[in-house]
DNA sequence: CTGTTAGCGCCTTCAT
DNA sequence: ATGAAGGCGCTAACAG
């Protein structure tokens, strides 16, 4: 590891250190022959500028902390990616962080930027830290697909209650009129917002909803098998399940199978999300996909906006889902009315 | 944000900048009287000690770099873990780095360190920049799973080769003898570990390898499915797949089935890496299980050990696998000889 | 165009 | 136990 200063290649070049300052970050604010000079100084001696001193000078660190609920989930994966794509060209590194679930964690991120080891946060997590610090306390935040009622910042979202519609009315399509659903864990934004999609859904096809086919889950794959536990314990007949997650979808089909069931021919099962478990399994998953990549990257944006000065033109914005129709879901074999299914042995 | 110094924090306590630095830093190294008037001040200022000032003064960022081969992978989520958690308690941050399957983007990150951005880097690709730097150029670096054959560099990994014989032998144990192959992309040192793994597995056994049972794979899902195709149109016969990962076993089931073969009854499949898939798959996949969280840890704490100065004892660890047995593999139904399956339609 | 100079915010001897 | 002072490596006025 070099050890070299701009003091160093001043000497070496014979010119002052402003001289080497200026020839490295604007080159042409200086003569060709001087900056060949520097140039050649700086070759000669391995010079490499000291990030910490710029950016202790410069009062910016060029990083931004993503701030995920809790890693183990892939689907952060390609947030990320989105997040580090616009990131890294504009000279900005992202920090990873893992809230573990748990508030604390944020306070502990929260601090970090206030204590400037990163410039801004962009917050996947449903909460901050409580009580909540005054606004002219808080770092520059944004927040993406989550909501943080309390506090009014700017957000990158999808519309959750358009997307489980738009879900919905491709089973309510198909001649599908017993749909139940498996929801998210339910005080949360993003699990009421799908749920209502689905209830409108519904409603826009003049479908009652049936308390019987709505089964709480927490987006895990263990919640999706439970869930059709659930629903064949309760006796109730469905001929679609639409769930709040692709995990839970995939958990839903592998327990309907276990228990003798076609998926799609006798069930048809709708996901969200399209992560990775969508492509993998078997027949492949019909869900809703949030364009992650965008998402984070449109986050990413807002952050650079925020932290240029510039004033967003948008605070919040909304990134569109796009339903892709898989394998999972046919035509209903029922009949058009609330009719039971032909033959379902209870579990 | 706050913007208070800590030379605001001494006029308001009445002492010296020396005196509040201090007080913070080693709180019995003053009065306790002094010390008081300190902390009141920093908290009636809101005073957050300016982390950049601080690192930049000790020469240290606190961070490390967890550099991967490809973010989309969900198998570095634990590992990312596994880092983060040794990595949080010993007071250092971690920054996660894509390497988008680029040399150059490694070079990048190798480039970040020498600038001072971080301390260290945690490589999970199989390759340096090349031209290699000379040896006293290059950071402080922990390999972890991969290996780097042309710098001598300190590694934590699993022993690919007996990890590989493992899958092998359970399949063995099981009866089966005419055990496919799915390897990896195979000019690479894992990939190559696995597979004489796999050979030395049916050397074990006394089973003569047959190149018709190996087929090249790229660890992802499509050409686990890809690698079925050609094993059915080779027309060979088999009763077990190991696949060289959890993907490829998993897109090997489903060709599989999509082909009218059942898995376990007709074919066992063996994946390697317990990863997401794993149980995901239905039934769940009986697969080498990679500690992941464990090599993280180990790496990450192989590099405190470095960045403190302190020599480890060991430069090279190796972190254990362990077989784990699900639903995919079951006992060979053919004869104990090599014969041809019971019945199987060609592709 | 180039050099001189004054810090950025903090830690750390070195005196007292 | 406390204060004064000197940088860390660099950038950004400000002069020339």
């Given at each position: 590891m070099t050890v070299s200063t701009i003091r160093s290649v001043a000497k070496y070049a014979g010119v002052s250190i402003a001289t080497v300052s200026r020839a490295l970050a604007r080159p042409n604010a200086v003569r060709p022959g001087t900056r060949e000079k520097v140039l050649a100084a700086v070759a000669a001696l391995d010079f490499v500028p000291n990030a910490q001193a710029v950016q202790f000078r410069r009062r910016a660190t060029r990083t931004v902390i993503l701030l995920v609920r809790d890693i183990s989930n892939p689907f952060y994966l390609d947030i990320f990616k989105g997040v580090e794509e616009i990131a890294f060209a504009a000279g900005y590194r992202v920090l990873m962080g893992d809230a573990r679930n748990e508030a604390a964690r944020v306070g502990h991120y929260v601090e970090m930027v206030r204590r400037r080891?990163?410039?801004g946060l962009i917050l996947m997590t449903g909460w901050l830290p409580?009580?909540?610090?005054k606004p002219s306390a808080l770092p520059p935040i944004v927040v993406a697909l989550e909501f943080i009622p309390e506090a009014d910042l700017p957000t990158v979202t999808i519309d959750n209650q358009a997307a489980a519609k738009q879900a919905v009315d491709h089973l309510v399509g198909l001649g599908h009129r017993r749909i139940a659903h498996l929801t998210g864990p339910t005080p949360e934004v993003m699990s009421l917002g799908r749920h209502e999609g689905y209830l409108s859904g519904l409603a826009a096809a003049g479908i009652e909803p049936d308390p019987d086919l709505i089964v709480r889950g927490d987006f895990h794959l263990a919640s999706g098998r439970a869930g059709v536990v659930e629903l064949l314990a309760r006796g109730v007949d469905f001929t679609a399940i639409f769930a709040s997650s692709d995990a839970m979808a995939v958990g839903a089909i592998n327990e309907l199978r276990a228990r003798g069931q076609r998926v799609p021919e006798d069930v048809s099962v709708v996901g969200f999300d399209?992560?990775?478990f969508a492509e993998a399994c078997d027949p492949p998953l019909t869900t809703v996909r949030q364009h992650r990549r965008e998402i984070g990257g449109r986050a990413m944006e807002l952050m650079i906006e925020i932290l240029s000065g510039r004033k967003p033109q948008r605070s919040s914005i909304c990134v569109d889902v796009e339903l892709v129709r898989r394998g999972t879901t046919k035509p209903s074999?029922?009949?058009?009315?609330?009719a039971p299914l032909p033959t379902k042995e209870a579990p």
């Amino acid at each position: 590891m070099t050890v070299s200063t701009i003091r160093s290649v001043a000497k070496y070049a014979g010119v002052s250190i402003a001289t080497v300052s200026r020839a490295l970050a604007r080159p042409n604010a200086v003569r060709p022959g001087t900056r060949e000079k520097v140039l050649a100084a700086v070759a000669a001696l391995d010079f490499v500028p000291n990030a910490q001193a710029v950016q202790f000078r410069r009062r910016a660190t060029r990083t931004v902390i993503l701030l995920v609920r809790d890693i183990s989930n892939p689907f952060y994966l390609d947030i990320f990616k989105g997040v580090e794509e616009i990131a890294f060209a504009a000279g900005y590194r992202v920090l990873m962080g893992d809230a573990r679930n748990e508030a604390a964690r944020v306070g502990h991120y929260v601090e970090m930027v206030r204590r400037r080891q990163a410039d801004g946060l962009i917050l996947m997590t449903g909460w901050l830290p409580s009580p909540l610090p005054k606004p002219s306390a808080l770092p520059p935040i944004v927040v993406a697909l989550e909501f943080i009622p309390e506090a009014d910042l700017p957000t990158v979202t999808i519309d959750n209650q358009a997307a489980a519609k738009q879900a919905v009315d491709h089973l309510v399509g198909l001649g599908h009129r017993r749909i139940a659903h498996l929801t998210g864990p339910t005080p949360e934004v993003m699990s009421l917002g799908r749920h209502e999609g689905y209830l409108s859904g519904l409603a826009a096809a003049g479908i009652e909803p049936d308390p019987d086919l709505i089964v709480r889950g927490d987006f895990h794959l263990a919640s999706g098998r439970a869930g059709v536990v659930e629903l064949l314990a309760r006796g109730v007949d469905f001929t679609a399940i639409f769930a709040s997650s692709d995990a839970m979808a995939v958990g839903a089909i592998n327990e309907l199978r276990a228990r003798g069931q076609r998926v799609p021919e006798d069930v048809s099962v709708v996901g969200f999300d399209d992560s990775i478990f969508a492509e993998a399994c078997d027949p492949p998953l019909t869900t809703v996909r949030q364009h992650r990549r965008e998402i984070g990257g449109r986050a990413m944006e807002l952050m650079i906006e925020i932290l240029s000065g510039r004033k967003p033109q948008r605070s919040s914005i909304c990134v569109d889902v796009e339903l892709v129709r898989r394998g999972t879901t046919k035509p209903s074999l029922a009949h058009p009315s609330d009719a039971p299914l032909p033959t379902k042995e209870a579990p």
